[in-house]
């Protein structure tokens, strides 16, 4: 499953290449236009959104587990410089 899901991300950045490759730099009416769609997804699925970046945020500042704290506690101090 996992490598399904590996082959279909690799499929849709191959789409997204091909697409910039054919119109680097759309104009401001077609840019207009999907930064619009682009919100319009962004605000009907806030629900599925919203409690994945919660848990990413959380990952990212969870404190190290106590043990860890410890063991670096029991390492010998370094000599003092003179």
Known sequence: MLQTRHDSLGERFQLQR??????????????????????????????????????????????APAHDLTERSHQPSPPPAH
């Open 18 to 63: 091909t697409a910039f490759e054919a119109q680097p730099f759309p104009d401001f009416g077609v840019r207009k236009d999907r930064l619009k769609r682009l919100l319009a997804v962004a605000t009907e699925r806030r629900d599925l959104a919203a409690p994945a970046l919660r848990q990413d945020v959380r990952a990212a500042f969870q404190p």
